[in-house]
């Protein structure tokens, strides 16, 4: 699913979009919650987003 890929990303640029968040705002603490708050997000909202996925593969049959 598309959202497992999503989270997979999320783990394996980590420490990039850190980097970048850090680089913008000049905090690199404040990058570091920014991240874990939008994985965090992401994780919780997945259920979710795979049922809305899964009926839209049945809508389209």
Known sequence: MRVH????V???????LVDYI????GDRQFA????Q?????VLQ???TLDE???????LKR
């Open 37 to 41: 708050e939008t994985s965090l997000r």
């Open 5 to 8: 890929h999503l989270i997979d």
């Open 52 to 58: 809305v996925h899964l009926r839209w593969l049945f």
């Open 32 to 35: 570091q919650e920014v991240v």
């Open 10 to 16: 999320l783990i394996a640029e980590n420490d990039r």
């Open 45 to 47: 909202q997945a259920d």
């Open 22 to 25: 850090s680089y913008r705002f």
